[in-house]
């Protein structure tokens, strides 16, 4: 018998627990916490959520309404690094993020608020992708960075349109 990779949900160590009995019924010698190998991206994405949450606030991100973003209207390449992370980019990103997503109106204009700017140059002489903006999702360990990465893309639709 080989060996079984497993995320760190208790009904799979359930399952291994319950492989042994069944196979020692039958007098095949198997023991369950030396056939388990625990799912590396899972133990990074636990890795990566710990350290996340030791700078971000995640109930901030988590409602709408207690959550009222400050003026957002100063520049930040004259930042510190400490500044920036005192602002909890993450309930930051994932509040707008979930704003603009969350009807297809929104996600429209926010679609046409790209085109017209790219028309019109409003950015200057980059042509901003029609991209929109991605969620994080929690059970994947590199969703906070895409979502962080495609806001960066997009912040010159912010800057040169509010």
Sequence with gaps: MGHFTLDNASNNRTMMEELTKLLRAR??????????????PHVINICCQHVIS????????????????EDLSYL???????EAVERDPIALGRNIVRTLRSSGQRREA?????????????????????????????????SVYSM?????????????CV
């Design 110 to 142: 926010f679609k046409q608020l790209i085109h017209d700017g790219n028309l019109n140059g409003w950015f200057g002489d980059v042509a901003v992708k029609p991209l929109q903006l991605l969620r994080d999702v929690r059970t994947r360990w590199d």
């Design 54 to 69: 030791q700078f971000t606030n995640i109930e901030l991100s988590e409602s709408v309404d207690d959550f009222i973003a």
């Design 76 to 82: 930040p390449h004259r930042q510190t690094f400490e």
């Design 148 to 160: 962080l990465q495609r806001l960066r893309e997009l912040r010159l639709v912010r800057y040169n």
């Design 27 to 40: 007098d095949i010698e198997f023991h369950s916490l030396d056939r388990t190998m625990m799912c590396f």
